[in-house]
Every structure is written in C-alpha cells, then in structure tokens.
C-alpha cells in the first residue's frame, strides 16, 4: 500500500469482502480489535519509540503490541 491511492484501494478491500485484495489485505493488517484500542497506551509507546529507534518500531507494530498485550492481560483477569 503507498500513498493516498493504496490506502483508498485498502479502505475499499476492506470494506468490501468480494474485494479481490480483500483477504490479501486481511493477512497484512492482522487482528484488529477497536473496542479494545488504548489511544492513551499506544501514543505513550508510539512517543517511547521515538527514542529509540522508529526506522526498526514502526506505529503500527507498537500498537499491534499495545493491543497483544492488553488482550493478554484481560485474558489472564477472566482467568483468575
């Protein structure tokens, strides 16, 4: 996906299942759970990879992470 014509042709795939990238661009995003979004979380980690290095943590896999690790912790809550 590049620029503001791939993400027009993502947001289409996605919205559309018959979409022939549809499953393609399913595979690429991952699991996506809105409802379980920390936007305070994750622009806490986003400003902390800053420091570090953004070339080798990309936004989007320190919010994939954020969203791993919250799902990890609420499972383990629903465990006890």
Known sequence: MGGIYGYEEYL???AEPEHQEHESF????GPFYPELFDADKA???????????LVKASPSAVIQQALKEYVERHEHEEGE
């Open 26 to 29: 399913m595979e690429w995003r």
């Open 43 to 53: 622009t806490k980690r986003m400003r902390r990879a800053e420091m570090y290095d």
């Open 12 to 14: 289409e795939a996605m």
